[in-house]
C-alpha cells in the first residue's frame, strides 16, 4: 500500500511538472546499486572501470544529482526497511543517498526507526479500512460468476479479510489463487476452516503481483517470514516474547514458530 501511494504521487509530480523521476528499491545494497546503475545509464554517467571500485561509482551518482545543473528530480527508494542501510549518513545505503535544494526524497519503510532519521515529512499509512479492503479484493478477483448465493459470498468474503486483517498483500494474494484455479469466496473459505494444515496451503501457495518487484514471486506466509525474521536480527528479544506467546496459544501459528 505505501509503494501503491507513492506511485500514485510520482504520477501527478510527473504529469504537472518538468521533473526528473527516479525509483529504486531500497530492500539491499544490491537491489539498490542495481537502481543506480540503470539510473547511470538513463543519464550517461559513465560506467564503472577496472580501476573504479562499486562505492566510487555510486558516489559519482550521487554526486550527478547533487549538481547544480540537474534541474528538479524526484528519487523514490521503496522499502528501506533494513535499519542498518540507513543509519544516519553512514549506512550502506544512506551514504549514497543524495541532497539537495532542487530534489526531493521519498522514502517507503515500515521501521519507524528509519524513518525518524530522515529529516523530513513522516506519513503514516494505517490500517486498510474495510470498504478500501473489499474494493482490493473484488478488483483483483476480476469479473466473477456469481453462480450461487451473493449474500453466502459477501459473508465469505468479509470473513477472509478479516482474517487476513486488511493486509493488503495478502487480499492481493488469496484473490489471486481464487482467480487462478475457479474457486468462490465460499469454498476457499471453506478450504481455509478445515484445518489448519488447510489454511497453512492455501496461505503458502506462491503467487505473482505485477505491482511488486519484478523477480518478487512468494508466498503470503513467506511474507510473514521475511517480516519475522527481520524482527528477530532488529529486536531479539522481541521476537522471543512472540515465540513465547506463540508456545503458550499455538492456535493458527505456524510450526516454524514454535
Known sequence: RKTQIALE??????????CH???????GVQKFSEGFRAIAQH??????????????????????????????WLLVIDNAD???????????????????????????????????????????????EGDDAQELFLKRLGNWNWNGSRDEEKEAIAMILDFLHHIPLAIVGAAAFMTVTQTTPSTYWSIFRASDEQ??????RPFCDIQRETD?????????????????DQMPQGAELLRLIAFFDRQNIPEQLL
Open 43 to 72: 543519464v550517461r554517467i559513465p560506467p564503472a572501470s577496472a580501476e573504479m571500485d562499486e562505492e566510487e561509482f555510486l558516489l559519482n551518482v550521487k554526486r550527478w544529482f547533487e549538481g547544480p545543473d540537474k534541474g528538479d
Open 216 to 232: 518478487m514471486t512468494e508466498s503470503i506466509l513467506a511474507t510473514y517470514f521475511i517480516t519475522f525474521d527481520r524482527i528477530t
Open 21 to 27: 523521476v527516479f525509483w529504486v528499491h531500497g530492500s
Open 9 to 18: 504521487y510520482v504520477y501527478q509530480r510527473a504529469s504537472e511538472s518538468d
Open 82 to 128: 533494513n535499519e542498518e542501510d540507513f543509519i544516519g549518513n553512514s549506512g550502506r545505503i544512506s551514504k549514497f543517498v543524495p541532497q539537495g535544494p532542487r530534489g526531493t526524497l521519498i522514502f517507503t519503510t515500515r521501521s519507524l526507526q528509519v524513518a525518524s532519521w530522515q529529516v523530513c515529512d513522516r506519513i503514516d499509512v494505517g490500517k486498510m
Open 199 to 204: 489454511a497453512k496451503r492455501l496461505l503458502s
